[in-house]
């Protein structure tokens, strides 16, 4: 298959190597992936802080982008979940029905990495190697918006070495929330404070999930704290293999 | 709702979030709840179905709410009961107070209702020389503590059993107290026993008008609301607008899912009906006030209308993470949590700036919206309203708005990021400009906005190469 890389802002400049990651699974399993160097951002920030308007160019950009792709596939559930429920209500604000119609056409072929994986590709085991002790966190757009479901955790079971260990409370929002970090900091910090607790009671060295923007605000409140363990995408964990470990 | 603006959000969190006592308890209490709510879910095989039921009812109800209300209003007079229109808190309180004073009576008994709190009722009847007593425990419980309440359903859930004690032993003069919930209980039911006895008039709010029969509905665990709505000779029911529902079978719906959403039963416990009055029996005369108080304007946002269908069951606030760590005061609302921060800024309007900051003070992590009973889409209608505080920012800001470091921040990136070639400059930009900060790949420390991440978060800085730069080395 011929897929589509969206990378997303986020990855392309902070998470060079989750990019990287995906690259190497999909080429793993024989797929050709293609990089189209006009992308940039899904929108998500501007449309969840109520820049609505501001949203607009971007999706047009996104369309204009994808419009002829097989399969455009992205390591991030949030920024799919962007593309899937709000890219219909951007076009509407558009007021353009040739956009929604382009929309609507795109939509059924983008796709979370993890669910691509496991329901468009039927496969669950990618051949990884991560000898580690692993606690998953199912991030809200990942579980709540694209229902990813368990896609994650059937890769995650099948990787070699990998001491997968239970959340407790998984399921609880980890206090990011894109702008809501910042903007209510102290609010999002005290449910930063008891998702780390947990994953500390696992006695888990990585905690990982579908999003890197989960990741840096669990990642950032465990390095303040030297926790001693590390957010890492899940992308990264399904690419390591024992002659390339991570 | 009063003109007055109200604190934000942001501003009065911290405060809350340091009260140990308030995160204990408030934690507690809704970790036990939210799990008993998904037990008694779990076991009914139709629980989806009945959502869709209850939303598509609401849905009906609210495209054809004036053919409803208009029709509750006849089924009501039909069966001796009076209907009088209020179209704001003003107007409500005005008749309600003067429908007291034609008892001449200083006291009123009160169900617990929170709209008759939005429209700040017990101060309009105060302000008349009359006591509107509270008879919900939980109720009785804020009054007397002259407090607020926290939350829809349990007004007192910051408290604990030694507060309550501590509390009664003051006010109820109940000397030889215990904190054992039954004995607090015992003393609440001995002092409010004589007053339903001795009361003339009775005031509540209902969770069902039915249209077809005119019969109105208050839905309660503890019986002082069948006490209050049978004991006195006057009734008085303050119900919003859009709590009407078009047929008395429709109840089979909402009965299953309010109880299970809202205290984790099976069934609730006191459920009353009443249809206007009838002779030698129960109250002689029946006022209902239906109430508009901004439920018309709600009406006519296509986005936001869904959040009539609320049946205030708050399972929502139960859920939400962020109203477990802040507990209901800190959105300065009788209506808490995430529907409170959907309802309240569409009610009081986005010119009060407490209001407009409730749209914020959600992660859009969509637990709200998994176990609303008659699936409102609160994230959807957060973002939504997150776009009209923009808007009308981007309209009526003042220049200082209008420089705001997000402000400034979202319009850059979004030219930015409309672009490819603007885009990757900007990547440049950033790398370079971090330089004084990074150090081994993160950044602790960082000036200004984005202080508020990097005051309890390190953040990872940008590295040397991104990934279309790879991409690009890789094609080579």
């Avoid at chain 1, 999706?59 to 792709?69: I, L, N, P």
């Avoid at chain 1, 991030?139 to 407790?168: F, K, Y």
């Avoid at chain 2, 501003?11 to 008993?36: F, M, P, W």
């Avoid at chain 2, 208009?70 to 005005?94: F, I, M, Y």
Wanted: net charge negative.
């Amino acid at each position: 298959m011929n897929i589509s890389l969206f990378i997303t802002c986020f990855n392309d400049t902070l998470y060079p190597n989750t990019g990287k990651a995906m690259v190497k699974v999909l080429e793993r399993l024989g797929h050709s992936v293609i990089f189209p160097f006009e992308q940039t951002c899904c929108g998500q920030m501007h449309y969840n802080t109520g820049y609505q308007e501001e949203t607009i160019p971007l999706v047009r950009k996104f369309v204009d982008v994808f419009k002829d792709a097989e399969a455009v596939v992205a390591p991030s559930a949030s920024c799919v979940g962007m593309v899937k429920e709000f890219y219909p209500q951007v076009a509407q604000r558009a007021q353009d029905p040739q956009l929604a119609k382009a929309v609507d056409d795109l939509l059924p072929r983008v796709f979370e990495l993890s669910q691509f994986l496991v329901d468009e590709l039927g496969v669950e085991d990618v051949g990884a190697y991560y000898p580690h002790r692993v606690t998953y966190h199912p991030t809200c757009h990942s579980l709540r918006m694209l229902e990813v479901g368990d896609a994650p955790l059937r890769l995650l079971r099948n990787v070699e070495g990998i001491d997968l260990v239970e959340l407790p409370d998984a399921e609880e929002c980890c206090g990011f929330g894109g702008t809501f970090a910042v903007k209510n900091a102290d609010t999002s910090v005290a449910m930063m404070g008891d998702k780390i607790k947990n994953i500390k009671s696992t006695d888990a060295e990585v905690c990982t999930a579908a999003d890197n923007s989960c990741l840096m605000h669990i990642g950032g409140g465990l390095h303040r704290q030297r926790g001693g363990v590390e957010a890492v995408h899940l992308a990264e964990i399904l690419a390591s293999t024992e002659e390339q470990p991570l | 709702m009063s003109k007055q603006q109200t604190p934000t959000f942001q501003e009065t969190a911290a405060s809350y979030l340091d009260d140990t006592q308030l995160r204990r308890n408030i934690g507690h209490a809704t970790q036990t709840i939210r799990g008993k709510r998904k037990g008694v879910v779990q076991e009914m095989p139709d629980w989806e179905a009945l959502r869709e039921a209850g939303r598509a009812l609401k849905t009906k109800t609210m495209r054809h709410l004036d053919d409803y209300l208009l029709q509750l209003e006849e089924s009501v007079q039909e069966a001796g009961g009076t209907v009088h229109w209020a179209r704001d808190a003003e107007e409500a309180n005005r008749i309600i107070v003067d429908l007291v004073k034609q008892e001449q009576v200083k006291e009123a008994v009160k169900v617990k209702s929170i709209t008759t709190d939005e429209i700040g009722l017990n101060k309009a009847l105060a302000a008349e020389g009359i006591q509107a007593l509270e008879t919900d425990l939980a109720e009785l419980i804020v009054q007397l503590a002259e407090d607020e309440p926290s939350h829809i359903l349990v007004p007192a859930i910051h408290k604990n059993r030694a507060e309550i004690k501590a509390l009664f032993k003051e006010k109820l003069d109940a000397d030889e107290l215990t904190d054992r919930p039954e004995d607090l209980a015992e003393a609440a039911r001995l002092y409010l026993r004589k007053k339903f006895l001795n009361a003339k008039v009775g005031i509540s709010g209902a969770n069902f008008g039915v249209a077809e029969t005119g019969t109105v509905s208050v839905v309660e665990s503890e019986g002082n609301g069948r006490m209050c709505t049978t004991l006195p000779d006057t009734l008085i029911t303050l119900m919003g607008i859009e709590k009407v529902v078009p047929k008395w079978k429709d109840l089979e719906v909402f009965m299953q899912l309010l109880p299970r959403s809202a205290t984790a039963e099976r069934m609730n416990p006191y459920n009353s009906f009443w249809t206007g009055t009838t002779e030698n029996d129960g109250p002689q005369n029946f006022h209902l006030v239906l109430l508009d108080n901004g439920r018309t304007k709600v009406l006519a946002d296509e986005m936001g209308r869904q959040t009539l269908n609320c049946i205030r069951c708050s399972a929502c606030l139960n859920v939400c993470p962020v109203y477990e760590r802040t507990g209901g005061h800190a959105y300065h609302s009788v209506y808490p949590g995430p529907i409170g921060a959907i309802l309240t800024p569409q009610l009081k309007g986005l010119e009060d700036e407490g209001a407009a900051s409730l749209p914020y003070a959600s992660s859009l992590c969509g637990a709200c919206y998994e176990v609303c009973p008659v699936k409102i889409n609160i994230p959807e209608v957060l973002v939504h309203l997150r776009g009209k505080v923009i808007d009308k920012k981007k309209k009526e800001g003042s220049l200082r708005d209008k420089l705001e470091p997000e402000h400034v921040g979202m319009k850059i990136l979004s030219r930015a990021f409309s672009n490819a070639k603007r885009y990757e400059r900007a990547q440049k930009i950033a790398r370079t400009g971090q330089g004084l900060f990074a150090r081994d790949g993160m950044i602790s420390s960082l000036p200004g906005y984005l202080s508020k991440w990097t005051s309890t978060r390190d953040l990872k800085a940008i590295p040397d190469q991104t990934f279309r730069e790879w991409w690009r080395q890789r094609d080579e």
